[in-house]
Nanobody, 120 residues
Framework: QVQLVESGGGLVQAGGSLRLSCAAS????????MGWYRQAPEKQREWVAFIRSGGSTNYADSVKGRFTISRDNTKNTVFLQMNSLKPEDTAVYYCNAAIVGPFALERDYWGQGTQVTVSS
């Protein structure tokens, strides 16, 4: 089985920074795209950032210039560095990964979520 485990969430004041991590473990042959999503209370889950296996990235307009996604392929881990945080960034953050298993089948996996709260 494959697991994604997130860490790094917490409470921070507006203008502060947090760094989220998401480590994949289990029967992994390779990992293609990895991304971060978030869901605020009473809102739909929204995409935040994406990074391909080669390192190219994309960001939602709402976080561009403030958040940076990166990955360590040797550790099957994706990171989200969040700077200049705003109260509207408050949400549960989820990581997502397209993982190829031992039978060369790709599946989407999700982490359990980590809470980020930004106080004003």
């Amino acid at each position: 089985q494959v697991q994604l485990v997130e860490s790094g969430g917490g409470l921070v004041q507006a203008g502060g920074s947090l760094r989220l991590s998401c480590a994949a473990s289990g029967r992994i042959k390779s990992i293609n795209g990895m991304g971060w999503y978030r869901q605020a209370p009473e809102k739909q889950r929204e995409w935040v950032a994406f990074i391909r296996s080669g390192g190219s990235t994309n960001y939602a307009d709402s976080v561009k210039g403030r958040f940076t996604i990166s990955r360590d392929n040797t550790k099957n881990t994706v990171f989200l560095q969040m700077n200049s945080l705003k109260p509207e960034d408050t949400a549960v953050y989820y990581c997502n990964a397209a993982i190829v298993g031992p039978f060369a089948l790709e599946r989407d996996y999700w982490g359990q979520g980590t809470q980020v709260t930004v106080s004003s």
